[in-house]
């Protein structure tokens, strides 16, 4: 297990609010079904948070402490929204034992949640993101093993689903966890259209989450007036040809346009063209020249001397266009090939390829070195905390741009760090204006699939992160002095 490293030694750092206890207080008491676990709501750095710890007495105490401990291996690699967040595992003053740190739910459970007669809409937005979420964790290779009402939040605000207290040792297989999901799509009173769905879950007809997806968004679409579809495609056929007799005119404004923060360039494009599609407005897309994402030497001009060993790029990969602000794209760990965001990290990790025993950074399969080019590289586990260490960090609220944490060197210059979010398949964006996730080229070293990664939220930035290389992240490259 590793260690987290907060990015200032201080118990305290500044944001635009003032200063931000480091320190755990105000502890309080949460209910709790497993009598072993200690579970309290707690505040730090200004927000609140969970931590579950070992009840004091419990015994055997080792065993309670290996199931903690597995709870988490298990479920730390699960980044969706609709699943509570741990972010660590580490001592916890007044508690007992290794805790585990979750993101706090501001939310009531499932059947309390439906006492309070929702809209037929909201109760069909809530069957969404419980089918999506069981399909995400299966593909993971995780079962729930007590999917219930309790073990359901919504939150108050949006009515977003979060699923909390997976089982340690979850034996369960994916038809009983489906079984019960369809339990919980029972109670939500859907339309009949879902009926026959709901029935196969039940009685354990399905044994792959993914064909309930598919059945479920087949569902979804059924009873559609028929007229609906011609008068779509009479609308798409005027819009095309809009599109094709403005293109040639508006393709200079579209390339000088400062967008609003928030865009990410799809690098995979027509011929010619890259598309940068909002994450604001998904009904605008613009376009800029193919020059803009190809690889090739990045100059060192975007390069801020912060006064450290290294200079850091003013911006993301995938945000290398100097009149657009993005957020910039998404990267799967040691893949220069793209096959990990179209077939899966056996496509271009495969279980009998050997995890470097060392940094990659500036080898042939660092990305920025390779499509940047120069002296261009990913930096290191270190040259992180360098930039930690020795930089003031100011949190910058979204604004007219995007959320982050403006870095300033020790000599006055600095750079901004967006929360660009992540992605799951290198295509769909989570979390953006939320988290920034940022890899390092540093392997976890356990000889598995797994590099670290830096955390930034507002009020934490957590160093020395873990996760598997299929998870796609940001990648702010540095150039060697």
């Known amino acids: 297990m590793q260690e987290t490293n907060i990015y200032n030694s201080s118990s305290f750092f500044e944001t635009e ?28 750095f200004g927000q609140w948070w969970v931590v579950k710890g070992i009840n004091p007495g419990v015994e055997p105490r080792e065993k309670a402490q290996a199931l903690l401990d597995r709870e988490f291996e298990r479920c730390m690699t699960l980044w969706h929204p609709s699943i509570v967040r741990m972010i660590a595992q580490q001592e916890v003053p007044t508690m007992q034992g290794r805790c585990i740190i979750e993101e706090w739910v501001d939310g009531i459970s499932f059947d309390k949640f439906l006492a309070t007669e929702p809209s037929q809409q909201v109760r069909q937005d809530i069957a969404s993101q419980l089918v999506e979420a069981v399909r995400y964790y299966v593909s993971k290779g995780v079962t729930h093993g007590n999917l219930k009402p309790s073990n359901v939040l919504v939150t108050h605000n949006g009515a977003h689903v979060k699923l909390i207290d997976f089982e340690p040792d979850a034996t369960t297989n994916v038809q009983n966890d489906i079984a019960a999901l369809g339990k919980l799509l029972r109670m939500l009173n859907l339309p009949s259209k879902f009926n ?9 007809k ?41 293109w040639g005119s508006n393709q200079r404004q579209a390339d000088e346009k400062k967008l609003p923060a928030g865009y990410v360039v799809d690098s995979i494009a027509p011929a010619g063209t890259s598309q940068v599609y909002s994450i604001v407005s998904n009904a605008d897309i613009y376009w800029l020249p193919f020059d803009s ?3 090739g030497n990045i100059s060192e001009t975007i390069a801020v001397d912060l006064g450290l060993s290294v200079k850091w790029s003013k911006m993301n990969m995938g945000a290398d266009h100097p009149s657009v602000n993005f957020v910039g794209s998404y990267y799967a760990w040691g893949d220069t090939t793209d096959l990990g965001k179209w077939g899966g990290i ?28 120069g002296k261009w590289r990913i930096p290191t586990l270190d040259e992180w905390q360098e930039l930690i260490d020795r930089c003031k960090w100011r949190f910058r609220n979204a604004g007219d741009g995007a959320a982050g944490y403006v870095v300033t060197g020790p000599n006055g210059n600095s750079i901004f760090l967006p929360l660009a979010g992540l992605s799951d ?34 009020g934490r930035i957590l160093a020395d992160q873990i996760e598997t ?5 940001s990648i702010r490259p540095i150039f060697d002095k």
């Open 293 to 295: 994402i190809t690889p």
């Open 17 to 44: 609010e003032g200063e931000i206890d480091a320190r755990f207080t105000d502890f309080s008491h949460l209910p709790c079904q497993r009598p072993w676990l200690c579970v309290k709501r707690v505040k730090r």
């Open 196 to 204: 026959k769905l709901i029935k196969r879950c039940e009685h354990g």
């Open 425 to 458: 398949d290198g295509i769909n964006m989570l979390n953006v204006g939320r988290y920034g996730y940022y890899w390092t080229a540093t392997p976890a070293g356990n000889g598995k699939r797994m590099a670290h990664h830096v955390l930034l939220e507002e």
């Open 346 to 373: 056996d496509k271009y990790w495969p279980q009998s390829k050997p995890m470097p025993k060392q940094s990659i950074s500036g080898t042939s399969i660092d990305f920025a070195h390779w499509r940047w080019g």
């Open 469 to 473: 290389l299929d998870c796609f992240m």
């Open 206 to 246: 399905y044994s792959s989450a993914e064909k309930l997806h598919h059945d479920f968004a087949k569902a979804k679409k059924k009873k559609r007036w028929r007229w609906l579809l011609p008068a779509i495609a009479a609308v798409v056929a005027v819009a095309a040809v809009v599109a094709t007799f403005s």
